[in-house]
């Protein structure tokens, strides 16, 4: 049973638009969200987080919304660049488990055409 | 420069044969975890361990195994038990505590011939 799922496979964008990447999640517990880039054969960077006490958190060109009633987070990229294509994962944590455990929905993997 | 390492960046083994990779990080994290991620799916966790001598089986642990006797190092060895092994192997480490990201390796490409 996948805790957090990402729906959409692939997207692809123009370079200059915006980006807008989806992420669902069923544990009501979680209230710890994380996005991380990953480009082929390297490990994911961290991006950006938000706690389950806000709803939106901005930094730089990235923001990252959540509806906690809907369980449902996004990830928006304005304006979006042809280095901004790689698989993007959502990740959520924390709530009820101690420590640092993250759970990965399955990436989106971004094109951002020129 | 701190960060996690891991070695080899490619590896080939015969089927049958047990191999350890490597993962050492010197950012003085407490936790470390060890993923697995197939083409086109998430990353999923196989071992994690909180502090050292202690570690905890994730969602696949079978057919793997680890140890954890310094806090610098977080070895993986994928045994012949491991019905397919062939994937990209993802260490990371974390703050022990809540609420912190996860910093991750480069990975190593497992190829079983």
């Known amino acids: 049973d996948q805790q957090v799922k990402q729906n959409s496979p692939s997207l692809s964008v123009q370079e200059g638009r915006i980006s807008i990447l989806n992420c669902d999640y069923t544990n009501s517990m979680f209230d710890y969200f994380l996005w991380y880039k990953k480009y082929p054969a390297e490990g994911p960077t961290f991006l950006i987080s938000?706690?389950?006490?806000?709803d939106k958190n901005e930094d730089g060109r990235f923001t990252v919304f959540l509806n906690k009633s809907a369980k449902h987070l996004s990830l928006h990229i304005v304006p979006s660049q042809p280095g901004d294509s790689a698989v993007y994962f959502c990740?959520?944590?924390?709530?009820?488990?101690?420590?640092?455990?993250?759970?990965f929905g399955g990436g989106t993997r971004l094109m951002v055409k020129p | 420069d701190g960060g996690i390492t891991q070695s080899p960046k490619y590896l080939f083994r015969k089927e049958g044969q047990n191999v350890t990779l490597s993962c050492e990080q010197n950012l003085n994290h407490d936790a470390m975890y060890w993923y697995r991620q197939d083409p086109g799916q998430g990353l999923r966790l196989i071992y994690y361990s909180q502090i050292v001598n202690d570690f905890q089986k994730g969602d696949i642990a079978e057919g793997y195994s680890v140890s954890r006797e310094k806090k610098e190092s977080f070895p993986l060895t994928v045994t012949s038990a491991q019905k397919n092994p062939t994937a990209f192997y993802l260490c990371?480490?974390?703050?022990?505590?809540?609420?912190?990201?996860?910093?991750f390796g480069p990975g190593t490409r497992l190829t079983v011939l």
């Open positions: 990371a480490s974390s703050i022990f505590s809540t609420y912190n990201e996860q910093f």
């Open positions: 990740a959520a944590c924390c709530g009820d488990n101690a420590g640092n455990m993250l759970t």
């Open positions: 938000i706690s389950s006490i806000k």
